[in-house]
């Protein structure tokens, strides 16, 4: 299947509003007349400008490799470490597999709505048109800040990982790398989707070496040539490392390593044929949690001791993955390893940044950012979204004067709790989505993909874990001792998201109509939770065009016609690409 972007594909235009129910959509196939109904809370811009477009240029292919590149990365590879020296590896086994289920029952009523409405913006657009947009607004900015942050965090991350070889300035690390990542973001959606597509296959490969090696590590392939067993599950400590504050510490590590899937949705609004190709990608992420994360954490905890030196300290943090490598007794082994451990950073790097940039253009598009954010080139590509959301990298320099590992674990914790806002808020989306469909009689087969067995409970069990989740991990910054940087570190994207919300609602006081704006200017409150009963569900639902008809038929033709041999050959290639 061609990574190439197809001439006769829809454009991505900026959104338009007919009523005051439905902001924040942005279409790949259809677009209001600027003559048409504006919405008088969120304006939006013109749809006749080439230069305020993205384009769909992102295969399947990508959009697979996109997906496990969301799912393995930064967090996997360098944040189990430090989930392993917190709170031990019955811990991080546990706190991981329940993590991977809410992602994954997340994901798949994430996947609802994309492939409804294939749009920019994608779970802050959805919380937009189907909650509250005041709530969108401080959601989408808040995620904005996350990926930007991400981006930083990344970088330190590299920078940790190259000590692994030499203590060459970190700060060139760092700016070398900031670089190649905007150059390559700035270049067209294609050569952000062909890099994730090779990074990612490198991720998958290693990943798949890792469980075969840690498995012989553990039964005895090793310089001591000893059988480890479970034997670092009995040491002083274990399994569980500092009780219940330690537990709960891991949830925002967990959290912070399942980061990226829920972005997923973000590429929506550049995937060809998303009726099809999303709901695969959906389909196929339970077993890659299964398998990538679940037997690869099982493993650390097996073979890597809580108490081995520099898991998580103030200057440096070694990557579970090298040590076990480091165990098969072969330095290059461990090389090998540590270089796949850098080329992820950069995949989680370059996939912040591709994120990051979306989501501030989408709130362009929608008045809720300068509308300078929704310029772009002829490529499709948004360059001043890419820049500012780049610029907050800055932070990854910090790293110099505080030490990388202090900055790293702050940026953990940072976005693993901006990731849980985000599952969060998928839930509340999805719950007013199903609603919505529900009161105004539509049928469910008319939904292009429906996760049968999440309903009903699927919106209303991730909303409350999730919040659950968000309340009890800061538990260590406060017992049995409190610790200020660590607390803020854990709850202050909260009252943000509040002041945030609380100020949108202020400005843009929603419900407050001309004719009675003198016997409601006294109002201090003014509500604008989206009426489910009357929103718009027809509006920005894709519809397919020639090019994914043919596309699909000639994928079936390939499956299920010609010989035997070419048949499982096609779906093999399908299964594997």
Known sequence: MSAGANPSQPLLSPPHSRTSDNYGAISGTQALSPTEEQSDVLPAPPVDKDNERLHRGLSARQVQMIAIAGTIGTGLFLG????????????????????????????????????????????????????????????????????SVSVAGDLVAAQLVMSYWTDWHPWAIGLIFWFFLVGVNAVHVRAYGELEYWLASL??????????????????INPEHRYIGSEYWRI????????????????????????????????????????????????????????????????IGLNVPYTYPDLSNRSAVTSPFTIVFQQVGSAGAASFMNTVVFTSVLSAANHALFAGTRVLYGLSAVKQAPRLFSWTTKGGIPLPSLLATSSISILCFGSSYIGNGVLWSWIQNLVGVSNQIAWFSIGLASWRFRKAWVRQGRSLDDMKFRAAWTWPWGPAFVVITVFCLILIQGWSSFYPTFQPIDFVSYYIEIPVMIVMYILWM?????????????????????????????VDLSKDEYQDVEVDKTEDETRQKRVTKGNLGARMLWRFYYLVV
Do not use: H
């Not at 991720?203 to 005895?220: E, H, R, S």
């Not at 891991?250 to 912070?256: E, I, K, L, Q, R």
């Open 80 to 147: 189990t470490g430090s989930s392993l020296a917190t709170g031990g590896p019955a811990s991080m086994l546990i706190c991981y597999t329940v993590i991977g289920f809410i992602v994954y029952v997340t994901l798949l009523l994430l996947g609802e709505m994309a492939t409804q409405y294939p749009i920019a913006g994608s779970f802050g657009t959805y919380c937009t048109r189907f909650f509250s947009p005041s709530y969108g607004f401080a959601l989408a900015w808040n995620y904005w800040f996350n990926d």
């Open 203 to 220: 991720k998958v490969i290693a990943i798949i070496v890792f469980i075969i090696l840690g498995i012989l590590v553990n039964v005895g």
């Open 236 to 299: 002083p400590g274990a399994p569980f490392v500092g009780g219940f504050g330690g537990f709960a510490r891991v949830f925002v590590t967990a959290s912070f390593a399942y980061g990226g899937t829920e972005s997923l949705g973000i590429t929506a609004g550049e995937t060809k044929n998303p009726s099809k190709n999303m709901p695969r990608v959906v389909k196929f992420v339970f077993w890659r949690i299964l398998i990538f994360y679940v037997v690869s954490v099982l493993l």
């Open 506 to 534: 202020l400005i843009k006081r929603p419900g407050l109509q001309a004719s009675t704006e003198t016997s409601q200017s006294k109002r201090l409150w003014y509500s604008d939770l989206v009426d489910v009963s009357t």
